[in-house]
């Protein structure tokens, strides 16, 4: 697979379409795009990026984003700091099925409605969408966290479980805003990032948020426990049954060496007290004996 990153010798062009034929004949191979700061205004040549799974045009001046309706592989999308305004409808997003990281920061954002049509992306986990003017609605969060089922962290703070169950007082730990659910989950841009470096960046995140929620979430602490508690359960028996087997083995053991030690005594009784026995046969009867008891012992 290409992986597509524009250096800084092209930022003197208008538009990334004209920056390299050659790029453009090879972009339905491309799997990943990094265009920020370059005073883009259009996307229009991404129609034919079906590969395209990491996409970062952030800063730039992209008004609308619908050519990327065919980029249904991508798994994050960084379009902050552009002048988006409007977002695509359902049947946009839902073809997004891969996408998990969206950053819409920074953009011209509006209404509520429209941006509820992000509910109809199947996997979002991670969504940004303050320094918009819908940020500053009444209900803006609440509304997204109850709009987008699969949606675990918004604007630098996971979600508690207090934003989701309606009329549920948690101790100070497990509330909305608390510093345990901090995490900045979209850090500034680093110069010259590979296509790996951005996966890695992926996984880290999405795995951060996931251990944020297992140690502040009690749906999930108590889940776990629930969890816990049916294994043992269901495994007790096969606990008992290893347990008197041992117990058994360990009396066969005991019992073994009990017998070996009292024929053990009574060999040595008679050889010294007894000088009359014959010692040479009783020595050979011994070692045989013993011989075949650590045999059966084994």
């Known amino acids: 697979m290409f992986h597509g990153t524009v250096t800084k010798e092209l930022t003197s062009h208008e538009e990334w379409s004209h920056y390299n034929e050659n790029i453009i004949e090879d972009q339905k191979d491309f799997v990943f795009m990094k265009f ?59 073809g997004l099925k891969k996408l998990q990281l969206l950053y819409l920061h920074d953009n011209g954002f509006a209404k509520l409605r429209n941006i509820c049509m992000l509910s109809a992306c199947p996997s979002l ?46 101790p100070e730990r497990f509330k909305t805003y608390n510093h345990r659910l901090f995490f900045n989950f979209c850090p500034a841009l680093k110069k010259g990032s590979t296509y790996e470096d951005e996966i890695n960046n992926i996984k880290y995140v999405i795995s951060k948020i996931n251990e944020i929620m297992a140690h502040n979430s009690p749906v999930l602490i108590v889940q776990r426990w629930i969890r816990g508690f049916l294994v043992r359960k269901s495994l007790s028996s096969l606990f008992l049954y290893k347990k008197h087997q041992e117990k058994f083995i360990n009396e066969y053991e005991t019992k073994q060496i009990y017998i070996h030690k009292r024929y053990e005594d009574k060999f ?28 059966n012992f084994h």
């Not at 040479?280 to 070692?287: E, H, N």
Request: glycine content about 4%.
């Open 36 to 94: 920020s700061g370059l005073h883009l205004k259009s996307m229009e040549n991404l129609r034919s990026c079906i590969s395209l799974r990491v996409c970062i045009f952030s800063n730039n001046f992209i008004t609308d984003i619908s050519p990327l309706q065919s980029c249904i592989k991508l798994v994050k999308l960084d379009l902050h700091g552009n002048q988006v305004k409007s977002l695509p409808d359902t049947k946009f997003w839902s």
């Open 125 to 170: 986990i991670a969504l940004t969408m303050f320094d918009c003017p819908v940020s500053l609605k009444k209900g803006y969060r609440h509304v997204l966290v109850n709009s987008i089922w699969t949606l675990k962290a918004l604007d630098h703070h996971v979600i508690s479980d207090e934003e989701i169950i309606q009329n549920w007082h948690l």
């Open 268 to 295: 040595f009784k008679d050889l010294f007290f007894q000088p009359e026995t014959n010692i040479t046969g009783k020595l050979a009867r011994w070692k045989h004996g013993k011989t075949k008891l650590w045999v």
